[in-house]
């Protein structure tokens, strides 16, 4: 009997190691800079399906992992709105993609998400990533969770990796505009001093 107790327990602990390096695995997954991302197509606010492929003119982008609910994204929602009326014009427009599974969060389901881009002006194409599918290819773990990526010949690049900027709790405090300071470099091709930070935010619901 000691020995199928024993025999359980250990069976149970490798799987529990088992299960959180294929979690962990699965986290760290995703692009890194100088990958080339794979275009999506996915449900805009207003009904349309939207993708990269969808900006003719669009030199980059600035993609942002974002949603509804979490305290830091709320908070970067006024700055994320800046980026594209900043960029937008001058090629690097914001998509804002919502990967949070709306089981967990039915607050950020697509009724709110439109709400809240009337609520807030969003001049920037707010996407569902409805099945989860595109976040992870990403590597996206936070909501806020930003790429800055540049059309090149072999695709869209990756260029950025991370947060927006060094101070979530005030705009007027921040030192590092991490994101301006990717696009400002690529518009005036330079190279990139930080290509990549720690996204701070709330974690991906599945």
């Known amino acids: 009997m000691k020995k199928v107790v024993k025999l359980m327990l250990l069976t149970a602990i490798v ?3 088992w299960s959180f390096t294929k979690v962990e695995n699965k986290l760290e997954d995703g692009y890194k800079v100088g990958d080339v991302v794979s275009d999506f197509k996915l449900e805009n606010i207003d009904g349309k ?27 970067y929602e006024d700055r994320v709105e800046a980026l594209n009326k900043m960029y937008a014009e001058k090629g690097y427009p914001v998509i804002a993609i919502m990967p949070n599974s ?17 609520e807030k002006g ?4 707010y996407l569902m990533d409805k099945g989860q599918r595109v976040y992870p290819q990403f590597g996206a773990t936070k909501t806020p969770h930003i790429y800055v990526v540049e059309k090149t010949d072999k695709g869209n690049v990756v260029k950025y990796v991370g947060a927006i900027d060094d101070n979530f709790q005030n705009a007027d405090e921040v030192k590092h505009k ?3 300071d990717a696009v400002n470099a690529l518009l005036n091709g330079k ?3 930080v290509t990549e930070t720690k996204a701070i935010g709330c974690s991906i619901k599945v």
């Open 49 to 75: 399906m939207v993708s990269m492929a969808s900006f003719n003119e669009a030199k980059g982008f600035i993609i942002t992992f974002t949603c509804n609910t979490c305290p830091y994204a709320v908070a």
């Open 102 to 118: 709306v089981k967990a969060k039915p607050e950020d389901g697509m009724k709110y998400m439109q709400e809240r881009a009337k």
């Open 191 to 193: 190279a990139i001093d």
């Open 15 to 17: 799987f529990g190691v």
């Open 178 to 180: 991490y994101v301006e």
């Open 122 to 125: 969003f001049t920037f194409p």
